[in-house]
């Protein structure tokens, strides 16, 4: 809302200041004087004032409240969404009593980064897993998501598991990676991968990622091959898918095994392909922040049936299948439950319309920002479906050093906005890895420069405004930012 548009001058008629709350469909208007605010008038105080004899040609002024709730320019976001929980409007004003702000519950809210939707089938499905006593590892929902899930990703071999670390682990043991190899993985991403690297006794060898798709840059891969690389995991990182066919070719010719981690690209496609049916293996998290969530979960899935078959016996403790309580192998416990799978189906049956939803906020950001040159957009390259898992954008190198104050006065205005994650060969657990003498640059400069900004599926026109807004105000203001 522009508060402009609810102002009247001190002096004009009770005509003027009436179709004004009319054609704004307020309530109420601001009565100011100058810049400073004298009077607010609801359409109650209007009608009070006729009933009481006063004229629509008779000054504001007449039927105006002279005293009224305000907060000073400097008060905290918390305590103005506190007061907003008594008044529908609160102006602010700055120290001369000018009326710089209007606090309403749409201007004020908390924009959440991600927030997750129950509004389909979950709670039914879940009620049915209880009423019925499915509620641990068998029952209908189990299978059910996974058939459905490999139906929308059009990849049949697909094992639910208890989230998306577990789901890279397990990908990495069928794939019969352990210790003495060499698996590639891009320097930024969430480190669940390198993680699940380190577990099965594998080394790790991190690359440097394309500045643009913010993936693995697949022209740097060639140099990281050694005699002992076996796989490469790519991350489709904030739901841009990762360049596969250069990867796959890659591979192909040097005899490697691809898992690709599809956690924030769910919906995503390159040439009308989902994400996840190049590689060897894939893996997909439903955490309570990704594009579907069953509270925990995962999904991986196999290009080959025989290793979804050889995955499912190791989740289930390694037992044999065909004799119970036999092992032939020591296994895990990376089971999905009924309930979450249940919760799964019912998220399922929406992705279309999530993913329908992050690409009209990408459009949306995209406008909003467009022409602001000392940011870079999130893209989406040719024949690329991008699911937008988190739209991030990174700030020009000139502008590096004044991301921190940026999220900081992003946060305090109630926009929740987060940074892009650490480049991994900083971290103490992994920069012992870090011996190809690699220099990272992209993966630095993203890091020190990506801001991801609120990417709900329930974001709307009006809260996509206000973060462009605040967004713009922060990098304008020279480094003069007040977060109180
Ligand atoms: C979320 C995520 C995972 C898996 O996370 P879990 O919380 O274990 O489900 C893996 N890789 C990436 C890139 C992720 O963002």
Known sequence: MVIERLMVLSGVSLSVAMKLIDREASGICFVIDGRRLVGVVTDGDI??????????????D????????????????????????EYKYIPILNEDGEFVDLASPDRYHQIPLVQPVFDGNELEYVTDCIRTGWISSQGKYVRLFE????????????????????????????????????????DLTFAAPI????????????VDVDRYTMAIDPG?????????????IAVHLYGHPADMVRVMDLAERNDLKVIEDCAEALGS????????????????????????????????LFKDESMRERAKMLRDHGM??????????????????NIQAAIGVAQLEKIENFVEKKRWMANHYNSCLAGIDSIQLPIEEKDVVNSYWLYTIVLEPNRVNM?????????SKGVEARPVFFPLHIMPPYQGYNTHGSSYDVATHLSAGGISLPSSVTVTQAEIERVCETLILALTSDGSLATS
């Open 47 to 60: 009608r009070r004032g006729l009933l009481d004899g006063k004229t629509l040609d008779m000054p504001v």
């Open 62 to 85: 007449s039927v105006m409240k002279k005293e009224f709730f305000t907060l000073p320019v400097n008060s905290s976001l918390k305590s103005i969404q506190e007061h907003l929980g």
């Open 147 to 186: 058939e459905k899930f490999g139906e929308y990703v059009n990849c049949p071999n697909t094992l639910a598991v208890s989230n998306g670390t577990v789901a890279l682990h397990l990908a990495l043991v069928t794939l019969g990676i352990g210790p003495g190899d060499e698996v590639i993985v891009p």
């Open 195 to 206: 993680n699940a690297i380190l577990y099965v006794g594998a080394t790790p060898v991190m």
């Open 220 to 232: 740097l891969l060639e140099s990281a091959i050694t005699a002992r690389t076996r796989a490469i």
């Open 269 to 300: 496609r390159y040439k009308d392909v989902h994400v996840g049916s190049s590689g060897h293996a894939s893996i997909f998290s439903f955490f309570g922040n990704k594009t579907i969530t069953t509270g925990e979960g995962g999904m991986v």
């Open 320 to 337: 044999a299948p065909e004799k119970r309580y036999w092992h032939n192998e020591v296994g895990f416990n990376y089971r999905l439950t």
């Open 403 to 411: 991301r921190d104050k940026i999220l900081a006065f992003l946060n």
